[in-house]
Each structure stands twice: as C-alpha cells, then as structure tokens.
C-alpha cells in the first residue's frame, strides 16, 4: 500500500491550501481516510477523518468551520481542504487509511497505513 500525500506549502496567516493524498496497492473505498498532523516537539495530532462512502466526518475541534475532509473513490484520493489558516496549523501534514468499523476515530492506532508527510508553513 502507497500513500502520497501532497500540496503542502507556505501560506499566508488567512490563506487557503488543498492536501491531496492518493492511495494505491489498496481498495480504497474499503478504507476510513484519516488526516493527521505533528508539529515540531509535538505529539501526532488528529485532524480529520472520512468514512468510507463520505457520508461522515469528524473533525478536531480547532479545525471545524476550517477545514473539510472529502474523498473521490474513483480516483483513490482523499483532500483536505484547509481554509483561514492560522499559524498554529503548522505542521507536517499525514494521510492515513483505517479499517475500523463503527464510528470515525482518532486514535493513531486505528489506522494502519500511512504516507510521508506534507509540510505546511503558516506564517504571521
């Protein structure tokens, strides 16, 4: 299984980005797509998950209203669109797929694949 997740960069503190993590090796649709992020002397942080049809998200907190989780099954991707970016959203941005059943969740643990990381930079 391939993970690659892309369009990190520097932005602007308000400014908008578009991860994109693309998957193969896999049946994608047989996946939750989970977002995660790790800042600098941090630990791995939860951002967003995705069900397996889209029809559920979950979000961290200080990201709702921000940010947005989708999926395009036929082409093995999942986003993560990132909008009013705040400094404090920098980080080393991951996909991750999980094949938990039953609710979305959080934990690192429940997923089982994951990409390299998208660095992103918000500056002040």
């Known amino acids: 299984v391939q993970l690659q997740a892309s369009g990190g960069g520097v932005v602007q503190a308000g400014g908008s980005l578009r991860l994109s993590c693309a998957a193969s090796?896999?049946?994608?649709?047989?996946?939750?797509v989970g977002w995660f992020r790790q800042a600098p002397g941090k630990e791995r942080e939860f951002v967003a998950a995705?069900?397996?049809?889209?029809?559920?998200?979950l979000y961290l907190d200080s990201v709702k209203g921000r940010f947005t989780i989708s999926r395009d099954n036929a082409k093995n991707t999942a986003y993560l669109q990132m909008d009013s970016l705040k400094p404090e959203d920098t980080a080393a941005y991951y996909c991750a797929l999980g094949g938990s059943l039953g609710p979305l969740r959080r934990s690192p643990d429940e997923y089982a694949y994951w990409g390299q990381g998208t660095l992103v930079t918000v500056s002040s």
């Open positions: 995705i069900s397996r049809s889209g029809g559920s998200t």
């Open positions: 090796g896999r049946t994608f649709s047989t996946d939750v």
